[in-house]
């Protein structure tokens, strides 16, 4: 929160009750929005073992070859989550994509930028963010990418 609010950017708070392996069903269910505004922050290793954040829509999965190819690496997979927690500072379930551990390379799923709000991990379990995707680009000058698959 601190790092938005010294970007300027404008943002909601929203907390609910986090449930294990919930994930982002749980918080779309608890806070009453869409999953599809809910976005996962999903940490991943190219094939050289450089870590990158991929920030995609709760009802969609990456497709990991698609994005190996859009940014020019041989392959791409998840991180382990004690590897993930190393790279961001950050518990798995409440990694959020401001203010890691080390800067990291961001990945915005393209159709991310049709919604008016998202709802992202805020940097702990069960608090999320609500906050307009082009905030997100700027900050973190993520680059956009097409690899959602349903």
């Known amino acids: 929160m601190l790092f938005l609010r010294g970007q300027g950017v404008t943002f909601s708070e929203c907390s609910y009750r986090y449930e294990e392996r919930g994930g982002t069903a749980v918080a779309s269910r608890e806070l009453g929005v869409p999953e599809h505004a809910v976005v996962k922050t999903l940490v991943m290793e190219d094939d050289t073992r450089a870590p990158l954040i991929v920030l995609m829509h709760g009802d969609r999965e990456v497709s990991t070859k698609a994005l190996a190819r859009q940014i020019g690496a041989r392959s791409v997979a998840p991180c382990k989550p004690e590897v993930a927690t190393r790279h ?63």
């Open 88 to 150: 961001t500072g950050y518990l798995v379930g409440g990694t959020s994509p401001f203010a890691t551990r080390r800067t990291l390379g961001v990945y915005i799923e393209r159709s991310i930028l049709d919604l008016p709000t998202i709802y992202i991990n805020g940097g702990s379990r069960g608090f999320l963010l609500g906050v307009a995707p082009a905030d997100v680009v700027r900050i973190l000058g993520a680059t956009l990418v097409d690899v959602a698959m349903e």
